[in-house]
């Protein structure tokens, strides 16, 4: 039983979210997902998400692909959340590639290559348009 954990904020979820997330699935048997808080997401990308924690948390656990969501509250808990929740693999986007070698002696560790011509930012522009 091969326990996959993955991060992200998936704000105005979109198919490459659901890309990474089966992706994710497909490495082992369970998937597990830390979904960025509103805090730590606006720190790190300098804009507020555009739905609630608690709503991106519901969207992300009512994926058939998901076993289990819990909130991310900074980059600096990651060795915690993989132990505390008996993670095998780390998988990440590959815009974060090396960023989290350092776990590979807690935990297998793979960047997967993000889906192209597609992005929250790029939606968000598109609407502000029409
Ligand atoms: N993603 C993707 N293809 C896209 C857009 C996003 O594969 N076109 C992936 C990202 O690589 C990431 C996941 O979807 O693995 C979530 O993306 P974001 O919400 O932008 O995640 P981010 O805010 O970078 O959070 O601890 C690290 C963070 O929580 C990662």
Redesign the pocket.
């Known amino acids: 039983m091969i326990r996959v954990i ?6 105005v979820f ?1 198919a ?2 659901l ?3 089966e992706r994710s699935k497909s490495l082992g048997d369970y998937l597990i997902v ?1 979904v ?1 808080s509103d805090a ?2 606006t720190g ?2 300098k804009r507020t998400p555009i739905y609630s924690e608690n709503d991106r948390m519901r969207i992300i656990s009512a994926l058939a692909c998901v076993g289990e969501v819990f909130l ?1 509250e900074s ?1 600096e808990q ?1 060795e915690d959340y993989i132990r505390s929740h008996a993670a095998h693999l780390l ?6 590639r090396g960023k989290f070698d350092d776990l590979r002696n807690i935990c297998d560790v793979i960047y ?9 930012t790029a939606i968000v522009e598109v609407i502000k348009k029409t």
């Open positions: 993955t991060f992200g904020t998936f704000d979109h490459g979210h890309s990474i997330l830390g960025s730590f997401s790190k990308k991310e980059l990651k998988v990440m986007g590959d815009d974060w997967l290559p993000r889906t192209p011509s597609i992005s929250t």
